[in-house]
């Protein structure tokens, strides 16, 4: 019996010998790049949005933009389940890093989606996004997201270059007060007097845009006093 238990023994010492090692555990470096992933998932690759239309693209948007939306859905002025879970307990600091990550991307834009035909709805977006309705208190897009509608620093978003589905539905949830921003809420004022049609006419047209080469957001400032008071950005 002792020989027996040896002899089981060396067998045992033999074979945990002639067996493999374990790989050591992989090691997750611990950047911001890495810990900004769960965010391309929906976002895209870099931040540079999907083909699905309902997730924006964040790189290269202001750092004070990206940083106001993650504070409102944190705050619950926006209630877009997985952002909220996403951000619900990260504190103003760390946001601010990831709003400034997103934001220092400088990447090339897609083409745009959305194919323009000549036609009134085209005009009737173009006049909206371009000159605004002033018999209806309507501005100009452009007055406040810049004259190339790549945005304003440091709080202003571009326009350009976001797909249609995406448009519709953030304008939509202004108008049905599902989105809310920083009083006084500018964009809530200007899309209770936007119809469905202008809606879909001033998206229909921006989303056909091609980016411009250059598409930086414009120097603070650049666009002249802003048309309304926005609790989001800073006067």
Known sequence: ?????????????????????????????????????????????????????????????????????????????????????????????????????????????????????????????EALVLRGDAARGIPACAACHGAALTGVAPATPGLVGLPRDYLNGQLGAWKNRQRRAAAPDCMAQIAAKLTPDDISAATHWLSAQVVPADAHPAAAGSTGPSPLACGSVPQ
């Open 1 to 125: 019996m002792k020989r027996l238990l040896l002899a089981g023994a060396g067998a045992c010492v033999a074979a945990a010998a002639a067996a493999p090692a374990q790989a050591a555990p992989h090691a997750v470096p611990d950047t911001l790049a890495q810990r900004v992933a769960a965010c391309t998932v929906c976002h895209g690759k870099e931040g540079r949005a999907t083909a699905e239309g309902y997730f924006p693209r964040i790189a290269g948007k202001p750092a004070g933009y990206l940083y106001n939306q993650l504070v409102n859905f944190r705050e619950g002025r926006r209630t877009y389940p997985p952002m909220v879970n996403l951000v619900d307990f990260m504190s103003d600091a760390y946001l601010h890093e990831i709003a400034a990550y997103f934001s220092a991307l400088d990447l090339p834009y897609a083409p745009p989606q959305t194919r323009l035909e000549p036609g009134e709805a085209a005009g009737r977006g």
